[in-house]
């Protein structure tokens, strides 16, 4: 009957220190969240640049109550694990303590030092803290505006114990990605950047006819053009030739003509490959010579 009676009584101390009607309640204090509505990791996400980080800052104001011990984490996001979402598309982001980028920011649940931690009092009445975002480089993600919501929290420190929270403040996280694209060439299996000459395609000897083809390999976030253009209006032309010799393009099997400027829509995300056909024919009258054209490629994100 003694241990019972012990048993019972330290149940009841425990309580008294954890419910709202105990002591614990008589030391909370009050706190408000603010100076910060909106944490963009990146105003604007480039997935072929640099993903450099934002710096934010935000405070915690004493309203009033006894001097308190608080302290202040950041929760995984809505979307847990610290995404950004457009529809089903992702977009990871970071929260960190300091301009390193070493020590994520945290809630209760994550690492006790990725929280803030101050005492505020009628003296001390407002405490600052700053932290960093930033978007995972390398992430080709989709054109358009990513979003998310956390939530930064205070708690108070009693005896050890974490109370509350006694403030919470939700904070809309944004970031738009750029629409962005990147193309190469391949040619006799060899890739070169589309910037200049690519390379040189040979139709060999036209005798009757003759014909090429080489792959165009597009990198890039959406929707893009391709522009297709002749140097020559679609004739190979030879020096000192008057008369040229027409060709016939196709792009993925669709018919192209390269007598004026040809733009293609196109839409994709991550590598697209597409094939580009060249052939020439009406030759048996053409004089003897090196005919040549310079096709001229483009592409650019829409």
Known sequence: MHHTVRLSLLIALLLLLLSP?????????????????????????????????????????????????????????????RVMVQGRDRLEYQ???????????????????????????????????????????????????????????VYQSFLGILLGPIAVLPVSVRTRVKPVVQASVVLDGVKRDLRGMAGTLDLGDLTQRGSGQFDLEVLGNGAYDLALESENRGQLI?????????????????????????????DGLGLQRHQVLVSAGGVERALAGTYRDNLILTVTAR
């Open 21 to 81: 009607g105990g002591s614990a309640q008589a030391t909370t204090c009050r706190v408000q969240v603010g100076d910060i509505t909106r944490i963009e990791p990146a105003r604007t996400y480039d997935p072929f640049g640099d993903a450099l980080p934002e710096y934010h800052r935000f405070s915690v104001r004493f309203l009033g109550g006894l001097p308190c011990r608080i302290v202040v984490g950041i929760d995984q996001g809505r979307n847990g694990d």
């Open 95 to 153: 929260l960190y303590k300091d301009a390193a980028l070493t020590q994520p920011v945290t809630d209760l649940f994550g690492s006790e030092n990725g929280l803030f931690a101050t005492v505020l009092d009628a003296r001390e009445d407002t405490a600052e803290f700053q932290f960093f975002s930033r978007v995972t480089p390398g992430q080709m993600a989709g054109q358009g505006t990513y979003t998310d919501q956390v939530r930064i929290s």
């Open 238 to 266: 030879a020096p000192g030739v008057a008369t040229g010799i027409p060709y016939q393009l196709t792009v993925d099997g669709y018919m192209v003509n390269p007598g004026s400027k040809a733009v293609l829509r196109l």
